[in-house]
């Protein structure tokens, strides 16, 4: 499996922007996908799951109320929809695929995206 994460950029505090992560072949309706980011000089940290339909999903609480994560199984894609950014949300992000399952711990996921840097001004 092959993901391809796009959408990230400079953007000013308040701001939105989607994460689309497009997987290659045909299992991507089985995988439970998360997204997590890492800032400089920090590890790596989770920030959002979903499981293989959609229909359960997890946010990190950071984000709770401003990132919404989602897939279209057609399109083999996941999105982050993030709102009211903030500063502290600058980071490289990337989206990773579990086929044995999902959740916060990054163990959890087999494949991993080349990421896609945000910038969040304040």
């Known amino acids: 499996v092959q993901l391809q994460a796009s959408g990230g950029g400079l953007v000013q505090a308040g701001d939105s922007l989607r994460l689309s992560c497009v997987a290659s072949g045909s299992t991507f309706s089985t995988y439970g996908m998360g997204w997590f980011r890492q800032a400089p000089g920090k590890e790596r940290e989770f920030v959002a799951a979903?499981?293989?339909?959609?229909?359960?999903?997890y946010l990190a609480d950071s984000v709770k109320g401003r990132f919404t994560i989602s897939r279209d199984n057609v399109k083999n894609t996941v999105y982050l929809q993030m709102n009211s950014l903030k500063s502290e949300d600058t980071a490289v992000y990337y989206c990773?695929?579990?086929?044995?399952?999902?959740?916060?711990?990054?163990?959890?996921?087999?494949?991993w995206g080349q990421g896609t840097e945000v910038t969040v001004s304040s």
């Open positions: 990773a695929a579990g086929p044995a399952g999902w959740g916060t711990a990054k163990k959890n996921y087999d494949y």
């Open positions: 979903c499981n293989w339909s959609g229909s359960s999903t």
